[in-house]
Protein backbone atom coordinates (compact mmCIF):
# COMPACT_ATOMS: atom_id res chain seq x y z
CA UNK A 1 0.00 0.00 0.00
CA UNK A 2 1.57 3.26 -1.27
CA UNK A 3 0.60 6.79 0.85
CA UNK A 4 0.44 9.96 -1.01
CA UNK A 5 1.27 13.35 0.90
CA UNK A 6 -0.04 16.53 0.65
CA UNK A 7 1.79 19.31 1.60
CA UNK A 8 0.02 22.41 3.95
CA UNK A 9 2.25 25.29 5.42
CA UNK A 10 4.80 22.78 5.54
CA UNK A 11 3.74 20.12 6.88
CA UNK A 12 2.90 16.48 5.25
CA UNK A 13 -0.73 15.28 5.53
CA UNK A 14 -1.21 11.48 4.77
CA UNK A 15 -4.22 11.09 1.81
CA UNK A 16 -6.63 9.15 3.99
CA UNK A 17 -9.91 8.40 2.35
CA UNK A 18 -12.89 6.20 4.75
CA UNK A 19 -14.18 3.76 2.01
CA UNK A 20 -17.60 3.53 0.59
CA UNK A 21 -20.25 3.40 3.29
CA UNK A 22 -23.88 2.58 2.85
CA UNK A 23 -26.75 5.43 3.43
CA UNK A 24 -30.16 2.66 4.21
CA UNK A 25 -32.72 4.31 5.86
CA UNK A 26 -32.90 3.41 9.22
CA UNK A 27 -36.17 2.28 10.98
CA UNK A 28 -37.97 1.89 14.76
CA UNK A 29 -35.52 -1.49 15.34
CA UNK A 30 -32.75 -0.12 13.98
CA UNK A 31 -32.68 2.90 16.02
CA UNK A 32 -33.38 0.98 18.76
CA UNK A 33 -30.27 -1.75 18.27
CA UNK A 34 -28.01 1.53 17.94
CA UNK A 35 -29.41 2.87 20.99
CA UNK A 36 -28.35 -0.64 22.98
CA UNK A 37 -25.22 -0.72 21.01
CA UNK A 38 -23.87 2.69 22.27
CA UNK A 39 -25.21 2.18 26.35
CA UNK A 40 -24.42 -1.85 26.54
CA UNK A 41 -22.18 -3.15 23.81
CA UNK A 42 -19.60 -0.60 23.05
CA UNK A 43 -16.92 -2.79 21.74
CA UNK A 44 -19.45 -4.15 19.13
CA UNK A 45 -20.22 0.01 18.16
CA UNK A 46 -17.07 0.52 17.66
CA UNK A 47 -16.21 -2.38 15.73
CA UNK A 48 -18.95 -1.23 13.81
CA UNK A 49 -18.40 2.04 13.46
CA UNK A 50 -14.47 2.16 12.06
CA UNK A 51 -15.30 -0.77 9.98
CA UNK A 52 -18.10 1.40 8.24
CA UNK A 53 -20.70 -1.67 8.56
CA UNK A 54 -22.55 0.25 11.20
CA UNK A 55 -25.63 1.34 8.92
CA UNK A 56 -25.62 -2.03 7.34
CA UNK A 57 -25.91 -3.74 10.22
CA UNK A 58 -28.51 -1.23 11.53
CA UNK A 59 -30.62 -1.70 8.44
CA UNK A 60 -29.82 -5.45 8.29
CA UNK A 61 -31.52 -6.14 11.95
CA UNK A 62 -34.15 -3.38 11.25
CA UNK A 63 -35.13 -5.67 8.50
CA UNK A 64 -35.19 -8.91 10.45
CA UNK A 65 -36.84 -7.55 13.61
CA UNK A 66 -39.94 -6.42 11.06
CA UNK A 67 -39.26 -10.10 9.28
CA UNK A 68 -40.15 -11.92 12.75
CA UNK A 69 -42.99 -9.35 13.93
CA UNK A 70 -44.77 -10.16 10.49
CA UNK A 71 -44.30 -14.10 10.96
CA UNK A 72 -44.86 -14.12 14.64
CA UNK A 73 -47.77 -11.99 14.33
CA UNK A 74 -49.77 -14.47 11.68
CA UNK A 75 -49.22 -17.17 13.90
CA UNK A 76 -50.38 -16.12 17.37
CA UNK A 77 -53.34 -14.12 15.59
CA UNK A 78 -54.08 -17.85 14.77
CA UNK A 79 -53.39 -19.72 17.46
CA UNK A 80 -55.39 -17.08 19.85
CA UNK A 81 -58.46 -17.33 17.30
CA UNK A 82 -58.17 -13.39 16.33
CA UNK A 83 -60.56 -13.25 13.27
CA UNK A 84 -62.26 -11.04 10.10
CA UNK A 85 -65.50 -12.38 12.38
CA UNK A 86 -64.50 -10.87 15.32
CA UNK A 87 -63.58 -7.92 14.01
CA UNK A 88 -67.11 -7.44 12.88
CA UNK A 89 -69.15 -9.08 15.94
CA UNK A 90 -67.17 -7.59 18.62
CA UNK A 91 -64.62 -4.71 16.84
CA UNK A 92 -63.40 -3.49 20.53
CA UNK A 93 -62.35 -7.08 21.92
CA UNK A 94 -60.89 -7.16 18.21
CA UNK A 95 -58.71 -4.48 19.09
CA UNK A 96 -58.31 -5.27 22.59
CA UNK A 97 -56.82 -8.93 21.23
CA UNK A 98 -54.36 -7.68 18.34
CA UNK A 99 -52.83 -5.00 20.54
CA UNK A 100 -52.04 -7.81 23.06
CA UNK A 101 -50.79 -10.04 20.07
CA UNK A 102 -48.64 -7.03 19.16
CA UNK A 103 -47.39 -6.29 21.91
CA UNK A 104 -46.35 -9.68 23.20
CA UNK A 105 -44.67 -10.41 19.34
CA UNK A 106 -42.92 -7.13 19.85
CA UNK A 107 -41.20 -7.72 23.61
CA UNK A 108 -40.33 -11.25 21.80
CA UNK A 109 -38.51 -9.48 18.96
CA UNK A 110 -36.74 -7.19 21.32
CA UNK A 111 -34.97 -10.10 23.31
CA UNK A 112 -34.24 -12.08 20.58
CA UNK A 113 -32.94 -9.34 17.62
CA UNK A 114 -32.33 -5.86 19.41
CA UNK A 115 -31.14 -6.40 22.81
CA UNK A 116 -29.04 -9.78 22.11
Known amino acids: MELTYTERDGIFYPDLALPEQTNYPIGKYGRMRLDCLKKHRRGTYTTLLTSCTLNQHLYETDQEAKKQIEL ?29 AKHCVEEIVLNKVIYR
Open 72 to 100: ILSRLVKERGITEELKASDPLRWVQEMNN
